[in-house]
Nanobody
């Protein structure tokens, strides 16, 4: 599976941005899909994930209430809508495909395929 993320850019604090990730291959629906981010000088962290059919989602506390993850298995895409952006949301955002069951969904080792990342910069 190859993942291609897009949608990053420069946005003012309080603004919104929608990140998208397109996957190649015919097994997209067999993976949990997640978004992670890495801010300058910090470790990569979990942002959100969505189950195979899209019924179940999970969010990091830092983005809960401001982010919405969705997927379209017919189009092999997963999206992350981010609202009320804050300067601390500035990071490179990565989409990733996770194998196995729903347990430990925020654990990076679960994710076997990663996109190249898209930079989100939030100005104050």
């Amino acid at each position: 599976v190859q993942l291609q993320a897009s949608g990053g850019g420069l946005v003012q604090a309080g603004g919104s941005l929608k990140l998208s990730c397109v996957a190649s291959g015919r097994t997209f629906s067999s993976y949990i899909m997640g978004w992670f981010r890495q801010a300058p000088g910090k470790e990569r962290e979990f942002v959100a994930c969505i189950s195979w059919g899209g019924r179940t989602t999970a969010y990091a506390d830092a983005v809960k209430g401001r982010a919405t993850i969705s997927r379209d298995n017919a189009k092999n895409t997963v999206s992350l809508q981010m609202n009320s952006l804050k300067p601390e949301d500035t990071a490179v955002y990565y989409c990733a495909a996770g194998a196995g069951d729903w347990s430990k969904y925020s654990d990076q080792v679960k994710y076997v395929y990663w996109g190249q990342g898209t930079l989100v910069t939030v100005s104050s």
